[in-house]
C-alpha cells in the first residue's frame, strides 16, 4: 500500500493495516504521538481500529526529549 506519511510517499508492507501497526512499524507505539490521518486529528484510542487505506495521508508527530 502506498502512503504519504509527513510529506513522503512511502510503500508498506502489506501487513500494516491499522494505525496501531504503523506506529509499531516506526517504533513508535510506546511513545507519546500525535496522528493526523486525511486531515484528522485521531484520538490514540482509535489507533487499533482504524484502518489505513491506498493513498491516505498520515502525519505523525512524536515528543523527542533532551536538554
Known amino acids: ?9 512511502i510503500q508498506l ?3 500494516i493495516t491499522s494505525v496501531s501497526l504503523l506506529l509499531e ?10 496522528v493526523e490521518l486525511n486531515q484528522q486529528i485521531l484520538e ?16 505523525i508527530v512524536h515528543f523527542v526529549g533532551g536538554g
Open 44 to 59: 490514540r484510542s482509535m489507533h487499533a481500529e482504524t484502518i489505513l487505506s491506498d493513498g491516505d495521508r498520515i502525519e
Open 13 to 15: 508492507p502489506d501487513t
Open 25 to 34: 512499524h516506526f517504533g513508535l507505539e510506546q511513545k507519546v504521538a500525535i
Open 1 to 9: 500500500m502506498k502512503v504519504v506519511i509527513n510529506g513522503e510517499g
